[in-house]
């Protein structure tokens, strides 16, 4: 069993940055895809990023191309979400998560197969 535990969250102003990390235990996940999703008061869970196993390949959501960046550190069993130039809009809970596949063009979304407990993200206009 995977067991995944996010942090780095906090209340920024637009335009700020912010590092999340998602510490992983139990079994090693340098063999698993990983994925962020963030889920915003009164909306579903959406997929925000995912990486391969060997960090080869990333993809991520339109909204966040280019302001956002998925890295993992397998000797450290670590995921990262680095998030810069935040908007108002990204205010969410986010999640790691264990993946069925990278997203790429063509492909659905990726699927959740275990989860984080996830960290809250606030951003002020």
């Known amino acids: 069993q995977v067991q995944l535990l996010e942090s780095g969250g906090g209340s920024v102003q637009a335009g700020d940055s912010l590092r999340l990390s998602c510490a992983t235990s139990g079994r090693a996940v340098a063999g698993y895809n990983m994925g962020w999703f963030r889920q915003a008061p009164g909306k579903d869970r959406e997929y925000v990023a995912s990486?391969?196993?060997?960090?080869?390949?990333?993809h991520y959501l339109e909204s966040v191309k280019g302001r956002f960046t998925i890295s993992r550190d397998n000797a450290k069993n670590m995921v990262y979400l680095q998030m810069d130039t935040l908007k108002p809009e990204d205010t969410a809970v986010y999640y790691c998560a264990v993946v069925s596949h990278v997203g790429g063009t063509g492909l659905p979304p990726p699927a959740g197969i275990h989860w984080g407990q996830g960290t809250q993200v606030a951003v002020s206009s």
């Open positions: 990486i391969s196993y060997s960090g080869a390949n990333t």
